[in-house]
């Protein structure tokens, strides 16, 4: 099994930034893509942003040029810094990790954690 851990969460004001954190254990060996995706009350789990093993990255349109995606190099440890937050960007973030291709639909991944919850609001 993989275990999936975010953290980094909170409460912050419109406009304000936040930094993610996400760490894997487990069955797993060598380095990975791996993405962050996020989920709305009464929203589907929808992609965020990704990142390659070989630090290659792609953006929801709704995140691009304000959440930089990054990762520890050679360890399977991934960060998202947002910045310039909005209330629609209230959800819990969780991260994951696959091939490139399944990290695009995450309806086919699995092994999800708990997640950490972002709250933007005045």
């Known amino acids: 099994q993989v275990q999936h851990v975010e953290s980094g969460g909170g409460l912050v004001q419109p406009g304000g930034s936040l930094r993610l954190s996400c760490a894997v254990s487990?069955?797993?060996?060598?380095?990975?893509?791996m993405g962050w995706y996020r989920q709305a009350p009464g929203k589907q789990r929808e992609l965020v942003a990704v990142i390659s093993s070989g630090g290659n990255t792609n953006y929801a349109d709704s995140v691009k040029g304000r959440f930089t995606i990054s990762r520890e190099p050679g360890k399977n440890t991934i960060y998202l810094q947002m910045n310039s937050l909005k209330s629609e960007d209230t959800a819990v973030y969780y991260c994951?990790?696959?091939?490139?291709?399944?990290?695009?639909?995450?309806?086919?991944?699995?092994?999800w954690g708990q997640g950490t919850q972002v709250t933007v609001s005045s």
């Open positions: 487990g069955s797993i060996f060598g380095i990975h893509d």
């Open positions: 994951n990790t696959g091939k490139w291709e399944r990290l695009l639909l995450p309806h086919t991944l699995a092994y």
